[in-house]
C-alpha cells in the first residue's frame, strides 16, 4: 500500500501532460510573490499526503499558486491551510496546527488529502480536460488506500471528481441523484460515505459562507461515519 503510494507520487511530481498548467506553475516558481522571494519554489506536480491506512479521503480541487506550488505539500502554506490544519488538528486527524512546510514535522491520522488537479491552475480554474488527465493519478489512489470509508469532498469540482472516478469504475451514478451542498451525505454503491464541505478557500472562509464550526462539524461527522473514536 505505502510502496504503491510511493511510487504513485514519483509519477505525479514528474507528470508534464498539460502544457498549460507545466508553464504556468513553473513561470510562479520563477516570479514568486514578494513575501517568499528568499523561497525555492516547489513549481512542480504536488502528491497526495498522508496516512496510507487512512479510513477519511479528504479531497481537494488543485495547488495553490503560493501555498502548495510553493511548498510541496497539499494546503501547507496559505490561507486555506491556516484554515483547515487547526481543525484537522481539534477534530484528531493532524498531529499539530500548524502547515507552513515540508520539513514541518506534520503528519497525518487516519486521514490523506490529495486533489482532484495536481498542478496550480491560473485563477484556481482547471480545465476539464485537465482535469481528466489527472483522473488516472486519483484512481490509483483510490484504489490503493484500501482502508477509505469516507471521502470528504472538499468543493464541487472535488465532489464530481469522486463521482467521476467511480464511474470510471463501472459504478452507476446519476448525477441527479448526487448533489453538492455543504455537509451532504450520500452512501456510494462501493460502502463509502461521500461527504461534501464547501472548499476551505479564502474567498469562502473570509465572506463566512465557510465558517470553523461548519467544518470542524464536517470532520466530527467524518471521524463517526468511518468508526473512529469522537475528539
Known amino acids: 500500500m505505502a510502496s504503491e503510494l510511493a511510487i504513485l507520487h514519483q509519477e505525479v511530481v514528474a507528470c508534464r ?123 490509483r489512489e483510490i484504489d490503493a488506500l484500501k482502508n477509505v470509508r469516507v471521502v470528504v469532498a472538499l468543493g464541487k469540482i472535488g465532489f464530481e471528481a469522486y463521482l467521476n472516478a467511480l464511474k470510471r469504475k463501472g459504478i452507476a451514478i446519476a448525477k441527479k441523484d448526487y448533489l453538492f451542498g455543504h455537509a451532504a451525505e450520500y452512501k456510494m454503491a462501493n460502502g463509502v460515505i461521500l461527504l461534501a464541505s464547501y472548499h476551505p478557500s479564502n474567498q469562502n472562509t473570509a465572506t463566512g459562507k465557510l465558517t470553523a464550526k461548519m467544518f470542524t462539524d464536517v470532520f466530527k461527522r467524518a471521524r463517526k461515519l468511518a468508526g473512529l473514536p469522537p475528539r
Request: with cysteine.
Open 17 to 139: 501532460r498539460c502544457a498549460r498548467l507545466s508553464e504556468y506553475r513553473e513561470a510562479i516558481g520563477r516570479e514568486k510573490r514578494r513575501a517568499y522571494m528568499d523561497w525555492e519554489y516547489w513549481a512542480k506536480p504536488v502528491p497526495g499526503f498522508g496516512d496510507p491506512n487512512a479510513r477519511v479521503l479528504i479531497l481537494g480541487l488543485a495547488p495553490g499558486a503560493h501555498g502548495s506550488n510553493r511548498t510541496g505539500r497539499p494546503f501547507t502554506g496559505d490561507a486555506s491551510g491556516k484554515f483547515m490544519y487547526p481543525i484537522l488538528h481539534k477534530t484528531g486527524f493532524a498531529s499539530q496546527a500548524s502547515a507552513e512546510r515540508l520539513d514541518d514535522g506534520l503528519e497525518l491520522i487516519d486521514a490523506y488529502i490529495t486533489a482532484a488537479v495536481r498542478c496550480a491552475p491560473p485563477d484556481n480554474k482547471p480545465t476539464p480536460e485537465e482535469i481528466l488527465a489527472c483522473a488516472p493519478f486519483l484512481d
